[in-house]
C-alpha cells in the first residue's frame, strides 16, 4: 500500500498562473483533508470531503478550488495563483486518524 | 483564528533532559491528538486522546487531556535526539468532528 501520495513534490509558479495538485489514497478511506502549512501557523485546513462528490470549505479556502471526482482522488485547484499562496501543501485522509502525504512544495513568484 | 495555541514555539535541550509542551484553547474537542514531523515529510500521528482527564504513555512520552477537554500537554522524559521534530496537537471540532484543527506547532531540538 503506498498510502497516500502526492503530485507534484515542488513546483514554481508565476502569478497568476493556475495549477492542480492531485491526492491519492488507497486505502478506500471516505474522508480526505487539504491543509497548507505556514512558518508558526501549523496547518491551515483549506477543503476537505467526507465521500466521493462531497466537498466542504475549511478555515482558508478563499483562492482555492477543489473536487472529489473519485474516491480516491481529491483535487486541488488554484486558478489565479498569487504570493500568498507559498506555501507547503500537505493532503490526508482519515479513518480514526489522519494519514499525511509527503507535502507539495509551492513558490509562488 | 489560531484555535489551539502551542508552547513553547521553540524549545532547544540537552539529551537526557525532560520537557513539557503545552497545547491550550477555550474550545472544547470531542478528541485531541498529538503528531511528530520530520523535514521533509508529513505528520505522523504519536496518540489519540479522548475522555477527560485522560493519561496516556508512549514509552518516553506521556499525554494528558484537560478534564475539561481544552488543552493538552506532551512530557518527554530523558529525551534523545531521535525526539527532534515539530510536535503538533490536533483538536476535533465537538460539534464538526470531521474537521481538525491544528496547534501552532513546538519545534524540539535535543542536543546530544
Known amino acids: 500500500n503506498a498510502g497516500v501520495t502526492q503530485t507534484p513534490k515542488f513546483r514554481v509558479l508565476k502569478t497568476g498562473q493556475s495549477m492542480t495538485l492531485l491526492c491519492a489514497q488507497d486505502?478506500?478511506?471516505?474522508?480526505m483533508y487539504w491543509y497548507r502549512q505556514d512558518p508558526g501557523m501549523g496547518l491551515r485546513l483549506i477543503h476537505y470531503s467526507v465521500g466521493e462528490g462531497t466537498t466542504a470549505k475549511g478555515e482558508v479556502p478563499d483562492g482555492y478550488n477543489v473536487s472529489r471526482l473519485k474516491k480516491q482522488n481529491f483535487l486541488l485547484g488554484l486558478e489565479s495563483a498569487a504570493p500568498s499562496q507559498t506555501s507547503v501543501y500537505f493532503c490526508a485522509s482519515y479513518l480514526k486518524t489522519q494519514y499525511f502525504g509527503p507535502g507539495t512544495r509551492l513558490l509562488v513568484l | 483564528t489560531q484555535l489551539l495555541e502551542q508552547s513553547p514555539q521553540f524549545l532547544s535541550i540537552q539529551e537526557g533532559e525532560n520537557l513539557t509542551v503545552y497545547c491550550n484553547s477555550s474550545s472544547v474537542f470531542s478528541s485531541l491528538q498529538w503528531y511528530r514531523q520530520e523535514p521533509g515529510e508529513g505528520p505522523v500521528l504519536l496518540v489519540t486522546v479522548v475522555t477527560g482527564g485522560e493519561v496516556k504513555k508512549l514509552k518516553r512520552l506521556t499525554f494528558q487531556f484537560g478534564d475539561a477537554r481544552k488543552d493538552s500537554s506532551l512530557h518527554i522524559t530523558a529525551a534523545q535526539p531521535g525526539d527532534t521534530g515539530l510536535y503538533l496537537c490536533a483538536g476535533a471540532g465537538r460539534n464538526t468532528g470531521n474537521q481538525f484543527y491544528f496547534g501552532t506547532g513546538t519545534s524540539l531540538t535535543v542536543i546530544p
Open positions: 486505502m478506500n478511506h471516505e474522508y
